[in-house]
């Protein structure tokens, strides 16, 4: 089992649409969670971070948590061509590794 | 205020030869952190330093790769030998407090072609 796991995707939702990104992981103790945005051949920029169960919202984007089923995912509302691109969740432990999962391909349709 | 600066941005190696990557944190990162990314794949992690101190190495190939992050200068990333499957896009990353906390920033990347 990997240590965080995403739906390889590709997945694709029309424009306007909510696309739905979801990341499972397997330590327990992990406390830190990320949202990355990867478009193809350039580097990885934070979308968002979560702490905390419960959602956090920021702009069109929205993270949710749930650690009792070590569990988070990630809302775009009203998808744009633009959000196209390869969406990595990381996972931090105490311990200071980062672990990223092999990332969700994203395509929104005009 | 730069941010992370990576260079070269493309190297080419033929095999048996060394490739030394650098890594230029942003200003007040004192954490590095270097991924290798295959293509069409995620992110892997290979090490993670703070100033002078290697904090985890988990990720890091026990033979031929190694890592420092000086007191002054870049942090740099050392293959040697390389053979064809080094090949690989490898992103270097930066923090000021630490990985739980901090969100990561991300350098351009340095895509290594080994012939």
């Known amino acids: 089992q990997k240590e965080v796991e995403q739906n390889s995707g590709p997945l694709s939702v029309p424009e306007g649409a909510i696309a739905s990104l979801n990341c499972t992981y397997s330590?327990?103790?992990?406390?830190?969670f990320f949202w990355y945005r990867q478009y193809s051949g350039k580097s990885p920029e934070l979308i968002m971070s979560?702490?905390?169960?419960g959602d956090k919202e920021d702009g069109r984007f929205t993270a949710q948590l749930n650690k009792a089923s070590q569990y988070v995912s990630l809302l775009i509302r009203d998808s744009q061509p633009s959000d196209s691109a390869t969406y990595l969740c990381?996972?931090?432990?105490?311990?200071?590794?980062?672990?990223f999962g092999d990332g969700t391909t994203l395509t929104v349709k005009p | 205020n730069a941010g992370v600066m990576q260079n070269p941005r493309h190297l080419v190696r033929r095999r048996g030869q060394e490739a030394r990557l650098r890594c230029s944190p942003m200003k007040g990162h004192s954490h590095v952190y270097w991924y290798r990314q295959l293509p069409e794949e995620g992110l892997k992690f290979m090490v993670y330093l703070q100033k002078e101190n290697i904090i985890d190495e988990s990720g890091m190939p026990k033979e031929r790769f190694s890592a420092e992050f000086p007191k002054e200068g870049p942090s740099i990333l050392r293959i040697q030998q390389v053979v064809r499957g080094d090949s690989a896009a490898y992103f270097c990353?930066?923090?000021?407090?630490?990985?739980?906390?901090?969100?990561?920033?991300f350098g351009p990347g340095t895509r290594l072609t080994v012939l």
């Open positions: 330590d327990r103790v992990s406390q830190s």
């Open positions: 990353a930066s923090s000021p407090r630490g990985p739980l906390v901090d969100e990561q920033f």
């Open positions: 979560i702490y905390s169960n």
């Open positions: 990381a996972v931090n432990t105490n311990a200071g590794k980062s672990t």
